[in-house]
T-cell receptor
Framework: EAGVAQSPRYKIIEKRQSVAFWCNPI?????LYWYQQILGQGPKLLIQ????????DSQLPKDRFSAERLKGVDSTLKIQPAKLEDSAVYLC??????????????FGPGTRLTVL | AQSVTQLGSHVSVSEGALVLLRCNYS??????LFWYVQYPNQGLQLLLK??????LVKGINGFEAEFKKSETSFHLTKPSAHMSDAAEYFC????????????FGAGTRLAVHP
């Protein structure tokens, strides 16, 4: 089966610009996650969707970050305006359901964002 | 709050030597525990997981980990390192709030030299 797809793979922007990332999860996976991985740190969950509804966005900086999952399939994550500290790899993952014990999360290759 | 500590941000071993990557967790309830591997420019891949069955868990590529409740540890081992094991390894614990969220450690980069 095809894996989680993400685009673009790399993006360089100036601070205060906006940027969007796209994720296509594995077919049939109801749960979709966006993680932020800052250099030297582990991934941190930004937002979790179950179908097209938000389950957890407690760590999403809502003043500048937004995400949507239209029709419960593809998802986009947007940053507007970007700050220097947003430089990171943004990982998308999907799983059949949300219980982590019985539903493996499959990760995409990530989008590496550099904010200058 | 849940947390995961990985001792040693960098570990270097010789090919054929034992690999030991350390992970300690803090949790007030029995957690689920995971090890992931990340190769350069790739996403994370699940190596193995502990979900309250056997305390010694075997994973892919010859890795295994042992859950020790008394030590709040879940160290990852492999008897004999291979060059292809060079990667970054992340330990993760399930969130106390509902087992729908993973909390990751900072990662350990494993180097394998000839």
């Amino acid at each position: 089966e095809a894996g989680v797809a993400q685009s673009p793979r790399y993006k360089i922007i100036e601070k205060r610009q906006s940027v969007a990332f796209w994720c296509n999860p594995i077919s049939g996976h109801a749960t979709l996650y966006w993680y932020q991985q800052i250099l030297g740190q582990g991934p941190k969950l930004l937002i979790q969707f179950q179908n097209n509804g938000v389950v957890d966005d407690s760590q999403l900086p809502k003043d500048r970050f937004s995400a949507e999952r239209l029709k419960g399939v593809d998802s986009t994550l947007k940053i507007q305006p970007a700050k220097l500290e947003d430089s990171a790899v943004y990982l998308c993952a999907s799983s059949r359901l949300g219980d982590v014990a019985y539903n493996e999360q499959f990760f995409g290759p990530g989008t590496r964002l550099t904010v200058l | 709050a849940q947390s995961v500590t990985q001792l040693g941000s960098h570990v270097s071993v010789s090919e054929g030597a034992l690999v030991l990557l350390r992970c300690n967790y803090s949790s007030s309830v029995p957690p689920y525990l995971f090890w992931y591997v990340q190769y350069p420019n790739q996403g994370l891949q699940l190596l193995l997981k502990y979900t309250s069955a056997a305390t010694l868990v075997k994973g892919i590529n010859g890795f295994e980990a042992e859950f020790k409740k008394s030590e709040t540890s879940f160290h990852l081992t492999k008897p004999s390192a291979h060059m292809s094991d060079a990667a970054e390894y992340f330990c993760a614990v399930s969130d106390e709030g509902g087992y729908n969220k993973l909390i990751f450690g900072a990662g350990t980069r494993l180097a394998v030299h000839p």
